[in-house]
């Protein structure tokens, strides 16, 4: 067992790798990085699928034999992520069982050109949810205003939800309390009201955003400031009368998970986000080079509770250089939906050009 990620796991953080492939799950690479670095759950998106279907022939079986079976499309694609995922959930039951559900658990996305129709995503969502017949498997739900109803109603439907694309404090709390929505009407309606959710931050598109926009003092700064925010409303949400009703009545609290927590500035500590953003019950959802880098030189800083009077400040500083908070909050979760979409294209893209070629 690492030491660096021991420890980590020991301060309360729960260690999600970002990424998945299928090369991984045949040569026990994932299995490794469970029983050597502490991993105990995992995430994925559009662009990680892309990645991996792209840049490997891993998949090219598997394409072929679903061709022939008549699939294509985003159908085909879902068979192949639920195969994936289905293997990893397995590899992740374990701890799963033995923390009564509050780890172990694995993502999978609607179509990101779902991410401003809520009708259509409460359907994928309880669609893929079926399919894919999983007890540790979140769907993924992007935090936009138009996915907030899907958000409630994929909880009220029973449906396990990351709440994914969300940027700042206030996107964080909408989200926390259309979760929370979800669970009161499931306790009106005398349904059972333990259906867990995790709510992504995305934390190093804030620095990569301001990056060459404000003097190097305050480079590298603004993600870890809008943790330290998210995580004092985190905390206040969670000795809420409001979650604590809930929870009498048999929830569990949503969890905090920081997502794009791998270094964008190449001049930068290849670990920031991961030992800047240590809180207990949350969770850090990294990059495999993140991750290894980690495992490699590792350290902690000060808690992030200990921290949460220093982000005022820092948003205020940035406010003086020109940097509208809110705005940019916005404009981030409007760039993250898109670059979802591409990625999805060219996902679906390298699918069809494989099915050809290999058909």
């Known amino acids: 067992m690492n030491s660096n990620t ?17 090369g991984m799950l045949k040569n026990g690479k994932l299995e490794r990085y469970i029983h050597d670095l ?10 990680i699928f892309d990645n991996a279907v792209a840049s490997t022939n891993e998949y090219d079986e598997a ?12 159908a085909l694609f879902f068979e192949l992520a639920i195969e994936d995922l289905s293997q990893a959930a397995q590899l992740f039951r374990p701890v799963f069982d033995l923390t009564n559900g509050i780890d172990g658990w694995i993502s999978l996305e609607v179509s990101p050109l779902l991410a401003y129709d809520a009708d ?5 969502a309880v669609s893929l949810h079926k399919k894919a017949d999983q007890p540790n498997l979140f769907i993924k739900i992007p935090g936009t205003p138009q996915g907030l109803p899907a958000i409630e109603q994929a909880i009220f439907a ?6 994914t694309l969300l940027f700042s404090a206030e996107q964080y709390l909408a989200a926390s309390q259309a979760y929370l929505r979800g669970i009161e009407r499931r306790i009106a309606a005398g349904l059972d009201p333990d259906v867990r959710s995790v709510a992504s931050i995305f934390i190093s598109r804030w620095d990569k955003a301001t990056m060459g926009k404000v003097l190097p003092a305050l ?16 905390r206040d949400l969670l000795n809420s009368d409001q979650m604590l009703r809930v929870m009498n009545l048999g929830a569990q609290p949503q969890r905090l998970l920081w997502a794009s927590t791998g270094t964008k500035d190449p001049h930068a500590s290849d ?14 959802t990294m990059p495999e080079e993140t991750l290894l880098a980690f495992a ?28 509208d908070y809110d705005q940019l909050a916005e404009q981030l979760q409007k760039d993250g939906a898109a670059a979802f979409v591409n990625s999805w294209k060219n996902l679906l893209a390298t699918i069809e050009a494989k099915s050809t070629i290999i058909s």
């Open 63 to 74: 394409i072929l034999q679903k061709v022939k079976a008549g699939r294509s499309g985003e």
């Open 296 to 323: 490699d030189h590792g350290e902690m800083e000060t808690s992030l509770s200990a921290e949460k009077n220093k982000s005022d400040q820092v948003l205020e500083d940035f406010k003086k250089a020109g940097i």
């Open 219 to 234: 480079q590298n700064t603004l993600g870890i400031a809008v943790a330290q925010r998210t995580n004092a409303l985190y």
């Open 120 to 124: 259509a995503s409460i359907q994928a």
């Open 38 to 47: 502490s991993i105990t759950g995992l995430t994925s998106n559009p662009t």
């Open 6 to 22: 021991s420890r980590l796991h020991q301060a309360g953080v729960s260690l999600w790798l970002d990424n998945i492939t299928r």
């Open 271 to 284: 670990i920031l986000y991961i030992r800047s953003l240590v809180a207990p019950y949350t969770i850090n």
């Open 158 to 163: 029973g449906v396990p939800v990351n709440v």
